[in-house]
């Protein structure tokens, strides 16, 4: 005979309330497009949602097989309600984005590359020598190393360079990447400020790669998030450079 403590009419009970804590914690995301705005909202309600329903079973599983006492039962279903969170919303924030942009590609924000220093400068800077052949480099990362909890976005401009030996343009593959660290634990997330890999045209320059990160409104105080930039060509390696901004 089933202990009243956990009737199915209770475990619904316990897995509603997890998804209406859920869903009330989850914040109205700014966006740049109100219909982006709306579709984040949306998918994260129901990405959260799925995971408190896990949580909640998962709580009342160790709770009914345990032989828990019936405070110490609750307090597992309560924990298990809730565990991914922290990290784990903020991972639906970008989730969200990502499948709203698979589903709308239009909505990717487009790349904003300029030249910021001539290719004289370029050259000068990279005691570049046509025997090198093609050369690319990132200069480095401009972007804060702290930033407030509740800020809307992240300001990241990557400096970089492209020289050639003949000064003839040449494609450069660019990758952007995104993690999460929280206690010493990092997990990528989707990069939700444009597109995570492309491959652009460039004229032999230094060029300033400059994005806005939106900030998730579930990061807390003490998590980090790192931005790696990697770029190369068909004829030479991979360069990499990352920088780590920490929420206060």
Not at 20 to 41: G, I, M, P, R
Not at 74 to 81: E, N, P, R, S, Y
Not at 150 to 171: H, Q, R, W, Y
Not at 212 to 230: A, C, H, I, T, W
């Amino acid at each position: 005979m089933m202990n009243p403590i956990f009737s199915p009419s209770k475990m619904s009970t316990a897995v509603l309330c997890a998804l209406t804590f859920v869903t009330s914690h989850v914040a109205a995301q700014e966006s740049a497009y109100a219909d982006l705005n709306s579709c984040v909202q949306s998918e994260q309600v129901t990405a959260t949602a799925k995971g408190a329903a896990v949580g909640a079973l998962t709580g009342l599983g160790a709770s009914l097989f345990g032989g828990m006492k019936k405070k110490d039962a609750i307090k597992a279903t309560a924990l298990g309600a809730l565990a991914g969170g922290g990290i784990g919303f903020v991972k639906a924030y970008y989730e969200a984005t990502n499948t709203c942009y698979t589903k709308n590609p239009s909505w990717i924000p487009a790349s904003n590359i300029t030249r910021s220093a001539t290719l004289a400068q370029a050259k000068k800077a990279a005691k570049y020598k046509p025997s090198e052949g093609i050369k690319t480099a990132i200069v480095g990362i401009d972007m804060p190393s702290s930033i407030q909890s509740g800020t809307a976005s992240i300001p990241m401009n990557t400096k970089f360079t492209v020289l050639t030996p003949d000064d003839a343009e040449t494609p450069v593959e660019i990758s952007r990447k995104i993690y999460i660290i929280e206690n010493g634990k990092e997990e990528p997330m989707p990069f939700t400020a444009g597109r995570s890999t492309e491959v652009k045209t460039f004229e032999p320059a230094q060029h300033t790669d400059s994005i806005n990160f939106p900030l998730s409104s579930d990061f807390k105080p003490g998590m980090q998030l790192r931005y790696e930039v990697q770029m190369k060509t068909a004829s030479t390696p991979v360069v990499t450079e990352s920088k780590t901004v920490t929420i206060i």
